[in-house]
């Protein structure tokens, strides 16, 4: 049995859980699930849905859409986010909709054809600051692009002082309705800040300062439960698009024979000693929203890797490109490894980390396995390290 939720009068969540998905774009893995929140807005004369759901889940939508309100009699579906896992569901929905006309932005429209083929005459496209009328209940749009693809917008009820973000403020997690009802939630929402919204500090910088002109009692979005603290998570946004950073190095390091590992663990304690939080990640094993979580609050960067076929080992490769695309706010990094014959890891990593901005204080590459002094070196590259990172 599924039935929507009254989260404030005439506003109702009829989203889906989707508690047994394993893994996000064949990237983020998810061991919470996650789930796919749509709310239906009901004013006096006209009758809105935010958002849709992850294509499969059309019935389970609609079965809950048909509680509230006759689908029927929809007026709008507002897409936020051209995504499938929010605009997925657009096709049937506007099906079993026939008045009903999609609301998004330009760039939107565009995505919701080729996606979707949403025909023209469907669609209404909205700008920064429009509204829409639904009999004391007003629907303001904002402009909220690359939060997280170029077309995004955000929705805010503005007498209820509801904001519908989409994929901003999300979580990837199945469990709960509210903030309050998951153990640990600002961590998991960390993590997902780091693997989807890192690379859009700037845009989610420039969205956190047209909202603070606007009064919020409830974040909704479209992943995970809702902020009815909505103040947990936009300081947790503050401070993670403004790139604030602690005395923390994350070291992240594969090695098939453990010569590499040992430079590692010599550094990584030399680290320590130096008062500097280190956090260890292992890249064989490595969850990428792991790393991620981990990398949104790192001064520094230890990566270890050895040489394998003229080039950094593949999985620390990875790591390095994760480095170069998801920008976190990283100002050092360090490279320790250890090659068998011609090297070819260090030339990589330089040419991998030269364009980030991010500044190489020291290598340390060992011809085989290390020797006394090559842990000398690697301590002593810890603790310049260090200095840095705690100057
Ligand atoms: C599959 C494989 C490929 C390798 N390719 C290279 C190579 O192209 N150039 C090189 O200098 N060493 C190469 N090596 C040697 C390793 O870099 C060397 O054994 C190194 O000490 C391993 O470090 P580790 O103990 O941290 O794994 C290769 C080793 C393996 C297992
Ligand atoms: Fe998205
Ligand atoms: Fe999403």
Redesign the pocket.
């Not at 594969?254 to 430079?263: A, I, K, P, Y």
């Not at 270890?304 to 080039?311: D, E, I, K, Q, Y």
């Given at each position: 049995m599924t039935a929507g939720i009254e989260v404030r009068e005439g506003i109702y969540w009829v989203g889906v859980k989707d508690w047994a998905r394993r893994s996000f774009d064949g990237l983020i893995p998810l061991p919470h699930g996650t789930s796919y929140n749509a709310y239906l807005v009901r004013g006096a004369t006209k009758t809105a849905l935010v958002d849709t759901v992850n294509p499969g889940f059309e019935g389970e939508l609609l079965a809950k859409l048909t509680e509230v309100t006759d689908p029927a009699r929809l007026d709008y579906v507002i897409m936020n986010h051209a995504e499938p896992d929010h605009a997925g569901a657009l096709p049937a929905v506007l099906a079993a909709a026939p008045r009903a006309e999609v609301v998004l932005t330009a760039k939107g429209a565009e995505m919701a054809v080729r996606l979707y083929r949403v025909p023209e005459d469907r669609m209404r496209l909205v700008k920064d600051g429009d509204a829409l009328d639904l009999g004391g209940k007003t629907l303001q749009f904002v402009d909220a692009p690359f939060l997280h693809w170029p077309e995004t917008m955000f929705t805010y009820a503005v007498e209820d002082k509801v904001l519908f973000p989409c994929d901003f403020f999300g979580t990837h997690t199945a469990e709960g309705l509210y903030d309050d009802e998951v153990v640990d939630l600002t961590v998991r929402a960390q993590m997902y800040f780091g693997a989807i919204m890192m690379p859009f500090r700037k845009a989610g910088e420039r969205a956190l300062e047209k909202l603070s002109s606007l009064p919020i009692e409830l974040i909704a979005p479209s992943h995970g439960p809702l902020w009815r603290h909505p103040e947990r998570v936009l300081t947790l946004y503050r401070r993670r698009t403004a790139g604030e950073t602690l005395h923390k190095v994350v070291v992240a390091y594969?090695?098939?024979?453990?010569?590499?590992?040992?430079?590692v663990r010599v550094a990584a304690e030399a680290l320590l000693r130096q008062g500097v939080q280190v956090a260890v990640h292992e890249l064989a094993h490595v969850d990428v929203s792991d790393l991620a979580g981990e990398l949104v609050d790192a001064r520094a960067i230890v990566l270890?890797?050895?040489?394998?076929?003229?080039?950094l080992?593949p999985a620390a490769l990875n790591a390095a490109h994760l480095v170069r695309t998801l920008r976190p706010p990283l100002r050092y990094a360090a490279v320790l490894?250890?090659?068998?014959?011609?090297?070819?890891?260090l030339r990589q990593a330089g040419e991998i980390f030269g364009p980030t901005g991010i500044e190489v204080v020291g290598t340390v590459e060992?011809?085989?396995?290390p020797g006394p002094e090559d842990e000398a070196r690697a301590g002593a590259l810890a603790r310049t390290l260090a200095a840095k990172v705690t100057g």
């Open positions: 594969v090695s098939m024979w453990g010569s590499t590992e040992r430079l270890g890797a050895p040489t394998v076929l003229g080039a080992h490894s250890s090659y068998g014959w011609g090297g070819g890891a060992v011809h085989g396995a």
